[in-house]
């Protein structure tokens, strides 16, 4: 499974408006006035999708993230025009993975005048992995069915219960967008961001904003001054982080910028707003463990083939995973094993040929 397919997470969530179910395995909070949430319902059920978010301005709106699956995309669209006439003007994309960016043409197709706000990172990995990632995945689930996957999962669920959930993680992949891929297309983001840019909007103020490299080298996060929200994309996702090619050492000095907003509401790019900086903090301890125990096993003689053996860091994983078996499955492969690869070049350590 590629570094795109991750696993999203959302728990209960007080104190806001009850969740309205609008399109099958998402559901809508109201953050507050004019803002809302279309977020994934089964922390770790297939597509793995990003939180999108929506901002109704007086005259416009807002859309932070776009969603892997056009069909859910469509669902916010529908969900705006039943709430106000005002267009979308802007739609953000935190970062370059197609969990964000697949519905874009959808919000085109809907608001042609909107423009695509992006880090020029961004639009540079768009244009060279996007076409090639989703060429791929039409060849791959052309060979499957959802009903042949989930008997191998079947079959696997005693000898390789990990296996089995990987597989039943599948089976949501190709049930959600197979039917979507033979016409997919991307629009690629119009406005780049590599600094700050500040939209006035009445009493609402927006910032857009690049503060360091996080889960890629482009993420941006999203600043609502009065009402002290912050949208961090993929630098933060709970309960289990992504760590694919993260650049670790930057990571952890932008998580710690993050404190400086003292925002009352923090939006990750997957999983449940946070109410306080306690799961930032997690984050940054975990990542910290992560590179020391990276120097260890380098000081040890360890190879980087050996890498993933070598490293423990199960105290952590208790605290991220609790010992369930999805968490630990989401442990294992998009934070474990991509973070210690990805710590290890980060600090500069070689990598054998052909890894």
Do not use: C
């Not at 953000?92 to 043409?105: A, E, L, M, V, Y």
């Not at 709970?238 to 925002?263: G, S």
């Not at 790019?269 to 975990?286: E, F």
């Not at 994983?317 to 934070?335: H, M, R």
């Amino acid at each position: 499974m590629s570094r795109f397919l991750l696993f999203a997470a959302i728990f209960a969530f007080p104190s806001v408006a009850s969740a309205e179910q609008i399109y099958p395995g998402y559901s809508w909070s109201e953050l507050s006035a004019g803002i809302y949430l279309h977020s994934r319902d089964d922390p770790f059920a297939g597509p793995v999708d990003g939180n999108a978010v929506v901002i109704i301005n007086d005259a416009d709106i807002f859309v932070i993230d776009s969603h892997i699956n056009p069909a859910a995309a469509r669902a916010v669209v529908t969900k705006i025009k039943s709430l106000t006439r005002n267009p979308v003007s802007h739609i953000i994309n935190t970062h370059w993975h197609d969990d964000h960016t697949n519905g874009n043409q959808t919000f085109l197709s809907a608001y042609p005048d909107a423009q695509i706000i992006s880090h020029p990172y961004t639009l540079e990995k768009l244009k060279s992995e996007w076409s090639a990632f989703e060429d791929g995945r039409r060849a791959a689930y052309d060979a499957v069915t959802v009903e042949r996957i989930n008997e191998a999962a079947a079959a696997a669920e005693s000898a390789q219960p990990d296996r089995a959930i990987s597989l039943r993680i599948y089976a949501g992949y190709v049930e959600a967008l197979k039917p979507e891929l033979p016409d997919l297309q991307l629009a690629y983001p119009t406005l780049a961001v590599d600094g700050q840019m500040e939209f006035d909007r009445g009493d609402r103020k927006i910032v857009v904003q690049w503060i360091g490299d996080g889960n890629t080298e482009g993420d941006l996060v999203v600043w609502l001054l009065a009402e002290k929200i912050l949208a961090t994309g993929d630098i933060v996702v709970a309960p289990i982080p992504y760590a694919f090619d993260a650049p670790m050492l930057e990571w952890k000095e932008t998580l710690n910028r993050l404190n400086a907003f003292d925002a009352e509401l923090i939006i990750p790019g997957h999983g449940t707003p946070q109410k306080d900086t306690a799961y930032i903090a997690r984050l940054a301890s975990l990542i910290d463990a992560t590179l020391e125990a990276v120097k260890k096993a380098r000081a040890d003689g360890v190879a980087y083939e050996d890498l993933q053996k070598a490293v423990s860091l199960d105290a952590q994983k208790t605290v991220f995973t609790g010992g369930d078996p999805i968490a630990l499955n989401a442990w294992n492969g998009y934070y474990f094993g991509p973070g210690v690869s990805s710590a290890w070049i980060s600090l500069g350590y070689p990598v054998s040929e052909g890894e």
